[in-house]
């Protein structure tokens, strides 16, 4: 993919909030789980006998209870997006509990930059076939294929050691990237082939090959809608 475009930061901040939320609530889900598993055993004569370990539980079961009313509600796939969710676990052979965060911050990222999420998919399965980590002979990561050495100014403050292998992150990056290649080449099409690292192809083949996948994203929702009609 090209990489020479700068774009404008993403910084609203409910988008933030929710991209943040997405990152981190499988990290908390299991340190609960951990200190679940490893919770010492009171059996119900010893809490019975024990004020203090009652209170304790009652206590805990409290916190917890108000952590998951503080928790941001998760975001919800429109209909558009689960049934193309369904056709790229079919196509790539990739499972729909591994695509639900892609789906994610593609729906989130694409609202907030107004791309179409299924050109943001389309792209990435061109790109990657939806593995995190790809990597190209020369450099590029991710979902989206992006080029670290050229791209680090667009990385969010905040986002790791390794922010091109976050997926949320390297599609907020790579929409950055496609969003201004658009701008600079003046069509959709321009943008792509900028985007593909190809820009003077007179077939335009990289932006034809993507326009592609998302046609056949787009008839998998139509079809999807119209067999629950």
Not at 106 to 135: C, H, K, M, T, Y
Not at 209 to 229: C, P, T, Y
Request: proline content about 6%; cysteine-free; glycine content about 8%.
């Amino acid at each position: 993919m090209s990489a020479t475009i700068s774009l404008r930061s993403i910084t609203g901040r409910r988008v933030d909030a929710t991209l943040s939320f997405m990152q981190h609530s499988l990290i908390i889900v299991a340190l609960m789980l951990v200190v679940g598993a490893f919770k010492p055993w009171v059996s119900a004569e010893e809490g019975a006998d024990n004020p203090q370990v009652v209170a304790a539980e009652s206590s805990t079961v409290a916190e917890a209870s108000a952590t998951e009313d503080a928790k941001p509600a998760s975001v919800a796939l429109t209909p558009r997006l689960q049934r193309a969710l369904d056709f790229v676990s079919r196509r790539y052979r990739v499972a729909p509990e591994a695509l639900i965060p892609v789906f994610e911050a593609a729906q989130v990222v694409g609202r907030e930059r107004r791309v179409d999420p299924l050109l943001i998919i389309a792209i990435i399965g061109i790109e990657s076939r939806f593995n995190p980590f790809a990597e190209s002979v020369v450099g590029a990561k991710g979902l989206m294929q992006v080029i670290p050495g050229y791209h680090l100014d667009k990385v969010p403050q905040g986002a790791g050691e390794n922010p091109f292998l976050d997926p949320v992150t390297n599609i907020q990056v790579g929409v950055h990237v496609l969003e201004e290649a658009i701008r600079w080449r003046g069509s959709l099409t321009g943008g792509l082939q900028h985007y593909g690292g190809a820009p003077q192809d007179p077939e335009t083949r990289y932006a034809n090959k993507v326009l592609a996948e998302k046609e056949r994203l787009e008839q998998a929702a139509r079809r999807g809608s119209a067999a629950r009609a």
